[in-house]
């Protein structure tokens, strides 16, 4: 019974998951332009059997926004286009034009401002035939950022009438001749040779006949990531020669041994020719006082290395601590004593196989890592999934580390069925066993492994893991070889449990930062509610492995684990859907938004004598009902009304002490907060809203005080 209470509170908390997963499907928000804009233009009018023709994307911008060189610096990513292009078609890369160098945040980015042109060649099968019509269809995709950053899309549609031989269009000549010149040129009037000291390339530059007499800014956008954008880019003049020093960025691998990009300078480089780029593609890196191209891999100090495998090796021996793997330790070893009949030699032979086992395991974990991407990963973290996913998982690791519920708690059963293995194939597949139980324990020390051992050339990076790997397996060996210290190791006990727990509190420390770069992420969704519905859901997901943990227990009924299940699904999944990052709007060209300034009284009562109306919004952070009045009433159908009256919407902030917003509230005989206000073409009479708010209810209110808007000419 004590869980069919609890069904209220369940289905409660649906329909309030309900109402806000709509809130968050419904509510637009926009701007007053579209970030980006982009559309499709061809060379040719016609297209003939086999012959290539190009084609431009053209991207616009509103003022202040910016999209994303194909290396996009620090942060973004490049637009792209997918095709679904007829049989036999085929598409060249997408080609960029020259970058500039700016920040966003703090962060340095390559891309590109205004209008921007994208080139891309077609080549059509030789089998078309004179007289038909080919439809060439795709999707253009960007992400456009300003103090924001929005991904946007748009159609892309062509009808390329075929002829025997191609025919220029004149229409898009003019643009074309654009997109060229702000293309990077192919030349041989300028000598450029790279070279590498330390961790820094040297770029080389050395003008022949007809090249401009001095570049200026000139800074190298690599195709590959090569360079570090973090850091600037310095250039001197050595005789008649320019050399440009950047230094290498340590986060790729394995490291580039050719230099590849565009190389800018402000006063372009050769007379004549409008482009400010150069392009460079696999131009080898000599080493210094050398020749021959460097080794991709590169070197790593020493002493960093050392510490990186040392870390490894610790994190593998504190793993064996936890729980779900130190009781095994003894069992193991004693089965090899009864394997071997106390032969020394044969239980040191079955402590090598089960290391060998442990060791392949780690082996192929670090294959699947690579396989996965695992080097792109601070990449990887611009995306809210990933981090939502990363941030889950340390969550729920946290928590079943802290006992709400358990991960692992067969591995002692595990553990014993492997000591009765027969064979050193069994001890081999014991070793991999154990390392399979030992993972849900891992996950916090190989998390930190990882963070250290993610930068290293992909040899060391399987070295690193080999070193945890034989931290791992160090008790199992060395009780191999003297079995008589079985009987030394503590017995286990409460202070495993207290180990553990106290562990997770690095798990903990984990989720608060990844929470933090969530909300920088996804925080601002929602009309800015989408920070309070992320803290709820994670709230609501760990309620719900708390249930998992407290009713789904083998000592239980089978029908309240039953119960305990289901509660725990809905509770999860609910909290999943609060956390999850909102769809993206629909960004449309003129796409209303309530632009909000600050409030003050100055403000309000010079707005109010030029006889404008005046919404203010008393609030705060701390106001749960303001937030909710916020992402149901203030729609995009509330900004276009808004806007055609020509409302000015003023926000007072409470959320930390404000002794004019507590003055004004006052004046208006109220106490609490959310209080809205309407003040209707300049007049000083407040008309105050209802408490809590909805879009119906709140268009209503602004067409009863200011009448229904003028119509648009």
Same mark, same amino acid.
Request: proline share 8%; glycine share 10%; aromatic share 10%.
């Given at each position: ?8 509170? /369940?289905?409660?908390?649906? *329909? ?17 332009? /579209? ?44 637009? $792209? ?26 962060? !340095? ?57 191609? $025919?220029?269009?004149? /229409? ?34 050395? &003008? ?9 800014? #000139? ?25 440009? *020093?950047? &230094? ?10 050719? #230099?590849?990009?565009?190389? =800018? ?22 080493? &210094? ?5 460097? $080794? ?157 051992? #993610? ?100 000592? =239980? ?56 109306? *005046? ?35 003023? =926000? ?8 004019? *917003? ?8 109220? #106490? ?37 808007? !003028?119509?648009?000419?």
């Amino acid at each position: 019974m004590r869980f069919l209470k609890l069904f209220p509170a /369940a289905l409660l908390a649906g *329909v309030f998951l309900s109402q806000v997963h709509a809130q968050e499907e419904n509510l637009l928000g926009g701007f007053e332009q /579209a970030p980006a804009t982009a559309s499709i233009v061809a060379e040719v009018k016609e297209i003939a059997p086999g012959e290539p023709f190009r084609v431009a994307l053209k991207i616009t911008h509103a003022p202040h926004w910016h999209t994303y060189y194909l290396n996009p610096g620090q942060v973004g990513f490049p637009p $792209s286009i997918e095709w679904e292009l007829p049989d036999g078609f085929t598409a060249s890369d997408l080609q960029f034009p020259v970058p500039t160098l700016g920040t966003f945040e703090g962060a !340095p980015f390559y891309g590109y401002e205004g209008e921007t042109w994208f080139l891309q060649t077609m080549t059509p099968p030789a089998g078309l035939k004179p007289g038909e019509t080919i439809t060439l269809s795709g999707e253009a995709s960007w992400l456009a950022c300003e103090t924001k950053c929005i991904p946007g899309s748009a159609p892309l549609e062509l009808k390329l009438p075929v002829a025997a031989s191609a $025919s220029p269009n004149p /229409a898009a000549a003019a643009d074309f001749a654009t997109a060229d010149a702000a293309m990077p040129q192919t030349q041989t009037t300028w000598k450029i040779e790279a070279s590498e000291t330390g961790n820094n390339i040297t770029l080389t530059l050395s &003008p022949g006949a007809g090249a401009t007499a001095a570049p200026e800014k #000139v800074h190298f956008f690599s195709s590959d990531a090569i360079e570090d954008a973090a850091k600037p880019q310095a250039l001197t003049k050595e005789g008649d020669s320019w050399k440009l *020093v950047f &230094p290498r960025n340590p986060e790729t691998d394995p490291k580039p041994a050719t #230099v590849s990009g565009i190389l =800018r300078s402000e006063t372009g480089w050769l007379d004549g020719n409008p482009s400010k780029g150069i392009a460079l593609d696999k131009l080898a890196i000599a080493p &210094p006082g050398g020749s021959s191209t460097a $080794s991709a891999e590169g070197t790593v100090e020493a002493p960093g290395l050392l510490l990186t495998f040392g870390l490894m090796f610790i994190g593998g021996l504190i793993l064996n601590l936890m729980p779900c793997v130190f009781p095994v330790i003894g069992l193991k070893i004693m089965g090899f004593v009864q394997q071997s009949g106390h032969e020394r030699s044969k239980v040191v032979k079955h402590g090598f196989v089960f290391t060998a086992g442990v060791l392949v395991s780690f082996w192929t974990l670090c294959a699947l890592l690579l396989v996965g991407g695992i080097r792109n990963w601070g990449g990887q973290l611009q995306n809210p999934w990933v981090v939502l996913a990363l941030l889950l998982v340390m969550l729920i690791f946290g928590l079943s580390m802290f006992g709400v519920f358990e991960i692992g708690t067969s591995a002692t059963g595990v553990g014993g069925k492997l000591a009765n293995k027969d064979g050193l194939s069994g001890t081999f597949f014991s070793g991999v066993l154990a390392t399979v139980v030992a993972t849900p324990c891992s996950a916090p020390f190989l998390g930190t492994g990882l963070s250290a051992t #993610v930068a290293l050339p992909t040899p060391l990076f399987i070295t690193s893991f080999t070193f945890m790997a034989l931290g791992l397996s160090l008790p199992y060996l060395l009780l191999s070889i003297f079995p008589a210290l079985v009987e030394k190791l503590p017995r286990p006990g409460p202070w495993m449990e207290s180990f553990k727990q106290g562990m997770s509190f690095l798990l903990f420390g984990t989720v608060g930062f990844l929470t933090w770069v969530y909300l920088q992420q996804v925080g601002e969704q929602l009309a800015g509610q989408k920070s309070l519905h992320v803290l709820i859901g994670l709230t609501v997901i760990s309620a719900g492995f708390w249930i998992y943990g407290r009713w789904v227990l083998p000592y =239980r009924s089978p029908k309240a684990r039953t119960i305990g299940r289901i509660l725990a699904v809905l509770f999860i999944g609910g909290g999943f859907v609060l956390s999850k990052p909102a769809p993206a709007p629909a960004i449309l060209a003129n796409t209303p938004v309530i632009q909000w300034e600050a409030w003050t009284p100055e403000k309000q009562d010079a707005l109010l004598k030029e006889g404008k109306s *005046v919404y203010i919004d008393f609030t705060a952070r701390w106001c749960l009902t303001c937030q909710t009045n916020k992402a149901a009433a203030y729609t995009e159908a509330t900004a276009l009304l808004f806007k055609q009256h020509g409302i000015v919407a003023l =926000r007072a902030d409470k959320t930390s002490d404000n002794p004019a *917003v507590d003055a004004e509230l006052k004046r208006l005989g109220q #106490v609490a907060i959310p209080v809205n206000v309407l003040y209707a073409n300049g007049n000083s009479k407040p008309l105050i809203t209802n408490t809590v708010l909805t879009a119906g209810y709140l268009l209503g209110f602004v067409r009863e005080h200011l009448g229904e808007p !003028p119509a648009e000419k």
